[in-house]
Each structure stands twice: as structure tokens, then as C-alpha cells.
């Protein structure tokens, strides 16, 4: 495994990470969880992103038991969750206001079974809570000792210079991480958010680098029964003909690198020095083992330009 530093920060995280959304505490149970949590920690992840939202809180307690079963010291992880979307049906239990924040990390904390996140995100950007309200609250936290670091979660490259220059104007700890979608169907980040975060030495750890699974190859052939796709309004942008034809390419050619096309994915997006880490799923512990092993793939300019063809769509090459 390689280690990347969170921006300008000196915590170093591992550059393939592993994700609770949609998964553990959801689609799979304890012991799904416990094998892949083991799985990771034994190829060198220390980072494990989650949220209070996933599973409605149960992903933060089944990762927390799971951690405590396998025995994992505290010091050895990088934990996160996030804040924002309503967690019940009362009028404050949503949003960034302070209340929320302060009621919710405590829910995070106690699920986890932990004295502290590493990194807790602001899920979404809220229009409806004044800017200095929330880098107040994140502020108090570190200085309470509850979290180490925050950061901010699909913010617009406007709304991290905010961030930041708000932070700046009360002395406050700045945001340290913004973790936005990312990967080979989805480059938006690529003309603004990456550099603004570079520019103000904020690290980038991504979500959905594999696409939802669509950077797997599996439906290269069509919608299996039963599968994710079949049923998720998520894939629906990206399940069209146009990129499931880019992604037959690609599996070609990671095929002829000796590669599976979720490593070609994962080591395309670690190409970037930006980006701290991407965060990975999975559901089985063979999907870890073949995750992590992008970390230490590069790839070479050769490759990274017949990439570049075919996602822009350009002819393959003799």
C-alpha cells in the first residue's frame, strides 16, 4: 500500500480507501463487514470513510463493532463521517446549522464507539446556514478535541474559496479535505475543484471511482438480474450505451496490461497528485484484495493517452 498526505497536512491516509455507502450496515451484514474490514487492514488501508446518514447510522455502528472485534488499535485509523442530511423527522435534525453539528458528531461518536473522527465532512454545502455559523462550529470541534480535521463533501470550487476565506477571517482551522465524485465517466472536478483545493492545500478523497460498478465491466454485456443497476436511479446518467461502449475499450485494454478494468479505473484516478485517496466498496473480501492493488500500478504515458482516446471517443488506434 502507498500513503498520500491529506493536502498540506502531515496525516498521511492510504491511497485506496474503503466506503460504507450502500454497503455495510445496508446490503451486508456483520460478518460481510468484519471479513472486509480484516481484508483491508491486512493490505495496509488505514482510512475508512462513513457517514451518519448511511444506513441511517447503522454503518457507523457495525464498522465501529467490527473494528472493536478484529482488535484494530485506534491509532492505526483514520476515520471519518459526515454531517448534513436528515438523520429523523425533526424540523433541526438536518443541515449544518451549530445544533446539528454538535448533536451529531456526539451520535457518530457513540456509534463508532470512538473518542474522536480524524476527519468529519459537511456532506453538502447549506445555503440556509450562514458560513461562519458552520466554520465556527468545525472550529470548536478541534479545539474540543472530537475531531482532528474537517472538511466539506461535493462543495463547489466557490464555495471551498468561501470556506477557506471565512475560516481565515475567525482564525479558525481551515478545511483540510473536500471529497467530491470522481472517475473516468464523471470528470467534472478536474477544471476548478481540483485546483482550488491544491491552491489552498486541501487534500481530495473521492467517492464512486469505480462509477457504482459500472467500472468493473460487469454490465458490459447488459443489466444482470438483480443487480444494483437494475434498481438504482444513481446509474441512470451513466448507464447508456456511449459508456458501457468506452468501458468494452477499456476492459480491452486492461486486459492486455494484465490488469482488471477496476484497477485500470482506480490507477487512472490515482494518476493525479491531488487526490489523497479513493474510496472504494465492497462486498466481498476478493474485492478489496483486488482494489488495493491499483496503489501500486503506474501507468505510463502511452496507456494514459490511449485512455485520454477513449473516453473523448477518439478512434482506437491501429
Not at 500513503?3 to 480507501?17: C, E, F, M, Q, T
Not at 463547489?156 to 479535505?177: I, K
Not at 479513493?278 to 501507468?299: E, W
Request: aromatic content about 6%; hydrophobic content about 45%.
Amino acid at each position: 500500500m502507498k500513503y498520500r498526505n491529506l493536502g498540506r497536512s502531515s496525516i498521511k491516509v492510504s491511497a485506496i480507501s474503503l466506503g460504507a455507502w450502500l454497503t455495510f450496515g445496508g446490503t451486508e451484514d456483520i460478518e460481510v463487514t468484519r471479513a472486509c474490514i480484516q481484508t483491508a487492514v491486512e493490505h495496509g488501508v488505514n482510512f475508512f470513510d462513513l457517514a451518519d446518514s448511511y444506513a441511517g447510522g447503522e454503518a457507523e455502528r457495525v464498522v465501529g463493532q467490527a473494528l472493536r472485534d478484529l482488535g484494530v488499535a485506534r491509532q492505526h485509523l483514520v476515520l471519518s463521517s459526515k454531517v448534513f442530511w436528515p438523520m429523523s423527522d425533526d424540523v433541526n435534525d438536518r443541515g449544518l446549522s451549530r445544533k446539528h453539528i454538535l448533536e451529531s458528531v456526539e451520535g457518530s461518536l457513540r456509534r463508532l464507539g470512538v473518542e474522536y473522527l480524524d476527519l468529519y465532512f459537511c456532506h453538502r454545502f447549506d445555503a440556509a446556514t450562514p458560513l461562519d455559523e458552520v466554520v465556527r462550529a468545525m472550529d470548536d470541534l478541534v479545539h474540543q478535541g472530537k475531531i482532528l480535521y474537517w472538511g466539506t463533501s461535493v462543495w463547489t470550487a466557490a464555495q471551498l474559496e468561501a470556506a477557506v476565506g471565512t475560516a481565515t477571517r475567525f482564525n479558525a482551522y481551515l478545511p483540510q479535505v473536500e471529497q467530491p465524485r470522481y472517475n473516468m465517466l464523471d470528470r467534472h472536478i478536474e477544471p476548478e475543484i481540483l485546483p482550488t483545493a491544491a491552491r489552498h492545500g486541501m487534500g481530495v478523497v473521492v467517492f464512486s471511482p469505480l462509477a457504482q460498478g459500472l467500472l468493473t465491466g460487469k454490465y458490459n454485456a447488459g443489466i444482470p438480474e438483480g443487480s444494483r443497476a437494475a434498481s438504482s436511479r444513481w446509474l441512470e446518467r451513466d448507464l447508456t450505451e456511449a459508456n458501457l461502449e468506452k468501458i468494452r475499450r477499456l476492459s480491452a485494454l486492461a486486459e492486455h496490461l494484465g490488469l482488471t478494468v477496476a484497477q485500470l479505473a482506480l490507477a487512472w484516478i490515482l494518476r493525479r497528485p491531488e487526490i489523497s485517496s479513493a474510496i472504494t466498496g465492497a462486498t466481498k473480501p476478493q474485492h478489496v484484495v483486488s482494489n488495493v492493488a491499483a496503489a501500486d500500478m503506474q501507468l505510463s504515458e502511452d496507456v494514459l493517452a490511449e485512455i485520454e482516446g477513449i473516453l473523448d471517443n477518439a478512434p482506437a488506434r491501429g
